[in-house]
């Protein structure tokens, strides 16, 4: 990148599993990015190390009990120290920071993203509550501040590179694929016993707890089917879930011709990572290579919807729009923290969510407020449940 300014990046959420990988892809980059923003939920001692390895302009940790200790461990360096969500929020506006990685877990990340897009950064998208919560609000938001939205998911990056030069193409149906989890061929009677340890044994990626518990309950493709629909505008019945057991296609479009194109490549994140932030470059990187050899077949599968009834929740909750998304995301929050805390059996999940879809009232045009309400409450209906 000689001659040109190296590109301003904020991770919000760098000492998780899209942060840290983010790191190791800015670290690779050279000169190509620099970081101007870190921060963490409450994993002070790793912020800390980030900080001092990556020299950022600012940090914020998000649990204020903390601030003391990183700002004295910061105290020698040029690096400003912040404390709670309302900093997070106040310095993604920076002018330094051209691209903003939203890699914060859950509905902690959608106004700091909604901030983001009204200063008009880029938004590198690897928060999918986000539009899930509030679809609507987010995309219209990045129209009026003309702010593009780059997936970082890797099925939805991977949709984002099939369109790349095919924008002024009509899409027939798009595929997500799915791994399937670790829990792919039971029966639910063989799930209610399942542990926490076995659910956070992903076959194919390593991921942070969260996530790996919604990829066991395929409430992650779910997540990512409602994602979809707002990224690249399209109906639920324009897109489909296919279990893909090697996670080596990531996801499939086809076009009104009949035609479809895929991406394909291992099950690294660096790589979905690397394109939301380079775009529209592809930079060299040093990452493994796939090898055809090392996977002779590809095999795929209908999903089970009435095994993994959380995906069926997701598809229902488009069906109906309006707040219930945010409902559904809300109530898994909960009901998925939950089961990682040993207070409820796996399969208690899914009904904890239907069920709090089913008490909540339903709001067809939800405001900000409305988003803000509905999670609120939905999350003291799940606690409730449990």
Known sequence: ????????????????????????????????????????????????????????????????????HVREALAQTDTKVFAGIKSVCDCVQMSSVQTVLTAMVGYAGLLPTIEAIKAGKCIALANKETLVVAGQLITELAKQYAVNIYPVDSEHSAIFQCLTGEFHNKVEKIYLTASGGPFRGKKLHELSTVTRAQALKHPNWNMGAKITIDSATLMNKGLEVIEAKWLFGLTPAEIDVIVHPQSIIHSIVQFADGSMKAQLGLPDMKIPIQYALTYPDRIYNSFKRFNFMDYPQFTFEKPDLETFRCLGLAFEAIDKGGNVPCVLNAANEISVQAFLEDKIRFTDIARINEETIGKSSFVKTPSLNDYIESNKVAREIASGLI
């Open 1 to 68: 990148m000689s001659g040109q300014q190296p590109k301003g990046i904020a991770i919000l959420g760098s000492t998780g599993s899209i942060g840290t990988q983010a790191l190791q892809v800015i670290k690779e980059a050279g000169d190509y990015f620099s970081v101007e923003l870190l921060t963490a939920n409450g994993n002070a001692d790793l912020l800390i190390e980030q900080a001092l390895a990556f020299q950022p302009n600012t940090v914020v940790i998000c649990d204020e009990s903390k601030y003391a």
